[in-house]
């Protein structure tokens, strides 16, 4: 059963195109959401934490929000080096301090 | 002050030997996590690790596969008489303990392991 979902599994945007990527996730009781970039042939890069439902965070062309079902990664004005992939993750509170990863969205802006 | 560092970054094995993957946390950090990572699909959660103990193998498959995290070295992953199902990237990343609690892990470069 997967706890952590993302879509779309890959997103095309031109430069400047702005969109969102999307996290649901089926846990019994969220400890924490987290967000996390990737690039090729590198280690995952922690981007954001958010706790509880209605909290946003901002970092630069990104903005990370949580409901109680989903989170969405709201990316403005994207620019080609924003190209990654970007993974989602869960900690639940009853399951220790292992952080359960989506498959990610890998992200292209073309120039 | 220096990342995860992992090693080797390319391991290259034939079928039914061993691979050790070694993995030294970032200075300070004491919780050393491994995960596997097999083309086009996410991180799966392996093991998670303090110094001498193994606080969580749930994610680690019985047989074959061990970690350990001594009072003094890197943590190491080890896989006995690989086959060719374990190729793939493995990820090391460690967390302070304040962190443990904020979720933000550091990642390795990874470790990418290929099984002839």
């Known amino acids: 059963e997967d706890q952590v979902t993302q879509s779309p599994e890959a997103l095309r945007l031109q430069e400047g195109e702005s969109s969102s990527l999307n996290c649901s996730y089926t846990?019994?009781?969220?400890?924490?959401l987290f967000w996390y970039r990737q690039d090729p042939g590198k280690g995952p890069e922690f981007l954001f934490t958010?706790?509880?439902a209605g909290e946003e965070k901002e970092k630069e062309r990104l903005k990370a929000t949580l409901t109680k079902k989903e989170s969405f990664l709201h990316i403005t004005a994207p620019k080609p080096e924003d190209s990654a992939t970007y993974l989602c993750?869960?900690?639940?509170?009853?399951?220790?301090?292992?952080?359960?990863f989506g498959a990610g969205t890998r992200l292209f802006v073309k120039a | 002050n220096a990342g995860v560092m992992q090693n080797p970054r390319h391991l290259v094995r034939r079928r039914g030997q061993e691979a050790r993957l070694r993995c030294s946390p970032m200075?300070?950090?004491?919780?050393v996590y491994w995960y596997r990572q097999l083309p086009e699909e996410g991180l799966k959660f392996m093991v998670y690790?303090?110094?001498?103990?193994?606080?969580?193998e749930s994610g680690m498959p019985k047989e074959r596969f061990s970690a350990e995290f001594p009072k003094e070295g890197p943590s190491i992953l080890r896989i006995q008489q690989v086959v060719r199902g374990d190729s793939a990237a493995y990820f090391c990343?460690?967390?302070?303990?304040?962190?443990?609690?904020?979720?933000?892990?550091?990642f390795g470069e990874g470790s990418r392991l290929t099984v002839l």
């Open positions: 993750a869960v900690q639940e509170r009853t399951g220790g301090f292992k952080t359960i």
């Open positions: 990343a460690s967390s302070s303990q304040t962190a443990k609690n904020t979720g933000e892990l550091f």
């Open positions: 846990v019994s009781g969220l400890r924490g």
């Open positions: 200075k300070g950090h004491s919780h």
């Open positions: 690790l303090q110094k001498e103990n193994i606080i969580d």
């Open positions: 958010l706790y509880s």
